[in-house]
């Protein structure tokens, strides 16, 4: 990844404070959407969209993803790079 896409995704991930709040909370943790929700004080559904906009961009992954409930997100070493910078 060059420097330009890494400030791309940098200012994708500052302009939303769902994204960034989630980045934060989650950092070195494995952590399930509802306790995510639950020390933001947000709802579970800006959880599970900016949980969507952070995997897509290849921030977060979910290590369990076969499971319905219970699904446990972690930072890929991206997202680790990205929470320094936030």
């Given at each position: 990844?060059?420097?330009?896409?890494?400030?791309?995704?940098?200012?994708f991930v500052k302009i939303s404070p769902h994204r960034a709040n989630t980045l934060k909370c989650i950092n070195e943790d494995l952590k399930i959407p509802s306790q995510i929700a639950k020390d933001l004080d947000i709802r579970t559904?800006?959880?599970?969209?900016?949980?969507?906009?952070?995997?897509?961009?290849?921030?977060?992954v979910c290590v369990n993803e076969n499971v319905r409930k219970g699904r446990l997100y972690k930072c890929t070493p991206l997202g680790l790079e990205i929470l320094k910078q936030i």
């Open positions: 990844m060059n420097e330009k896409e890494f400030y791309e995704i940098l200012g559904s800006q959880v599970s969209s900016a949980l969507a906009d952070l995997k897509k961009k290849g921030l977060v």
